[in-house]
């Protein structure tokens, strides 16, 4: 996205804003994204600081993601901010090398497309999930879990409640007062023998 600075070419605290749409289409290329669902919203305010242009933006765009558990798809909405400076003359390193990672004007215009990309880039979670609780995917047969159970999973199931059903049929809570009961009167009767 090239901007034209020539109307606040030699205006110090000069500005101007712009609003744009653009292509999201590098964001394909990588490999956590599956679709770019519409363009990248794009609100730029760019100030002549004297010495440099000051480019303050935000940016937005609708992605879908796949959730890092189940697999499903996952539309989220990618949000970014800047704030760099372009310079108007290149700065350069002990060895005369061009500073990496540097903006810099070129005539009446400066681009920028890189600093776009580069915000949006980052702002790319490493891990989403379609719901906090996702269950994920059975590890043994690979089904959505979400979706319903699998046969492995109700096995599990089984083997798990098994020991605490036996645990329930041995001592069942509402014995233990009438024990006691009986205890009393046997006692009891014993006295009275
Ligand atoms: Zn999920
Ligand atoms: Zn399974």
């Given amino acids: 996205m090239r901007l034209n600075i020539s109307g606040i070419q030699g205006r110090k605290g000069a500005s101007f804003e712009v609003q744009r749409d653009l292509s999201g289409d590098f964001l394909k290329a990588l490999p956590e994204v599956e679709k770019v669902l519409g363009p990248i919203s794009v609100e730029m305010k760019v100030t002549n600081t004297g010495e440099a242009f000051l480019v303050a933006g935000s940016f937005s765009v609708d992605v879908e993601l796949r959730c890092s558990r189940c697999l499903e ?94 645990l329930l049929e041995l001592s069942p809570p509402a014995e233990t007062p009438e024990r006691r009961k009986d205890n009393g009167s046997t006692k009891e009767k014993t006295f009275q023998g």
């Fill in 73 to 166: 798809p996952v539309r989220t909405r990618l949000e970014a901010a800047c704030e760099e400076e372009f310079l108007k003359t290149p700065e350069y390193g002990v060895e005369e090398d061009l500073l990496e990672e540097q903006y810099v004007v070129e005539g009446d215009e400066l681009d920028a497309s890189g600093l776009i990309q580069e915000s949006l880039l980052v702002s790319v979670p490493m891990k989403v999930v379609c719901s906090p609780d996702c269950p994920g995917l059975c590890p043994k047969c690979g089904a959505a879990l979400a979706e319903g159970t699998c046969s492995c999973s109700t096995a599990d199931i089984d083997i798990r409640l098994a020991p605490l059903s036996k």
